[in-house]
């Protein structure tokens, strides 16, 4: 039992800092009706868990040991979160509370959600370190008990999240979602931009 806390303790240290990703996540559940907001979160959830479960069985070591395989992660990435940002700024004037203006259409928002969890380079690359680094310290048994409270912290910090956002969403104006698309794009646009920065400068360092 206290492994399994400890990993819904180390599974919402690791899910809260992601600020791409929650920014995804709580557009989502302002723009969109209970039902839509809800399976976009499920896909989410679906991700992240999936990342999860990978970094921590050792894909992250991989990662590591190859530099370059590091740089493209951080360089792709990079541009994919440029990406996201653009599109958040674009289609910011168009969001409206409940959708009752133009969002992203459900294969988008699938996309989009898993873009948000396996396209950032930061996550991938500090997520697996950690977690990974967590799983040579625990037995087979522990493991498992450790990675499903990350799963199940996940779990409560997406749809919990979800649900209170959606369930006040009315008591927002659409000028003030407006705000928050526009600034959240422009926040994960420079997000992108200095991952990117950061790939280029590991190419001059590794020159």
Avoid: E
């Avoid at 679906?46 to 069985?57: E, T």
């Avoid at 040579?136 to 997406?158: E, H, K, M, P, R």
């Avoid at 008591?171 to 992108?192: A, D, E, H, Q, T």
Wanted: proline letters at 1%; zero cysteines.
């Amino acid at each position: 039992m206290l492994v399994l806390l400890k990993g819904i303790l180390i599974g919402f240290s690791f899910i809260a800092p992601i600020g791409m990703q929650n920014v995804f996540m709580f557009n989502n559940a302002l723009s969109n009706r209970f039902a839509k907001a809800f399976f976009v979160a499920s896909v989410i959830w679906i991700a992240d868990a999936s990342f999860a479960l990978s970094a921590f069985w050792g894909f992250g070591a991989i990662i590591m040991s190859n530099i370059w395989l590091k740089i493209i992660i951080m360089l792709a990435g990079g541009g994919l979160v440029v990406w996201i940002g653009f599109n958040i700024i674009k289609t910011a004037r168009q969001v409206k509370i409940g959708s009752t203006g133009k969002t992203l259409s459900l294969s988008k928002s699938v996309l989009t959600a898993f873009l948000v969890v396996w396209g950032n380079p930061q996550a991938i690359i500090d997520g697996a370190l950690m977690l990974g680094a967590f799983r040579s310290t625990l037995s087979f048994n522990d493991a498992l008990l450790f990675i499903l409270g990350v799963v199940i912290a996940s779990a409560i910090w997406f749809f919990g999240i979800t649900v209170t956002v959606n369930m006040l969403r009315h008591k927002i104006s659409n000028k003030v979602l407006i705000f928050i698309n526009f600034i959240s794009g422009i926040v994960v646009m420079i997000y992108g931009i200095y991952i990117l920065i950061h790939g280029v400068s590991q190419i001059i360092k590794y020159f």
